[in-house]
């Protein structure tokens, strides 16, 4: 059963940093593609970045420069570093894998930039 379970989320100063984590079990994050999702209060669920099998990554025009998608293949687990973080980047955060064409969601983490 594929699991993903989030954490390191928290309350934080604008221009902070947090880095999250997603750590999966019953699917190799060294052999899948794993994405980051985040969505505010009233706003539609967005991907922030995703980072694939071979190691490439993607982010949003948002966060490109701030934000830091990886793994640790030895740990299975995805980070996103966020530094530079902003009020607008208050959300939940979400970890996604599609295993077998099923989307796997953990539970989210939240985030607060505010002072």
């Known amino acids: 059963q594929v699991q993903l379970v989030e954490s390191g989320g928290g309350l934080v100063q604008p221009g902070g940093s947090l880095r999250l984590s997603c750590a999966a079990s019953?699917?190799?994050?060294?052999?899948?593609?794993v994405a980051w999702y985040r969505q505010a209060p009233g706003k539609e669920r967005e991907s922030v970045a995703t980072?694939?099998?071979?190691?490439?990554?993607n982010y949003a025009d948002s966060v490109k420069g701030r934000f830091t998608i990886s793994r640790d293949n030895a740990k299975n687990t995805v980070y996103l570093q966020m530094n530079s973080l902003k009020p607008e980047d208050t959300a939940v955060y979400y970890c996604?894998?599609?295993?077998?064409?099923?989307?796997?969601w953990g539970q989210g983490t939240q985030v607060t930039v505010s002072s």
């Open positions: 019953g699917v190799a994050v060294s052999i899948a593609t």
């Open positions: 996604l894998t599609v295993l077998l064409g099923v989307p796997r």
């Open positions: 980072i694939t099998s071979s190691g490439s990554t």
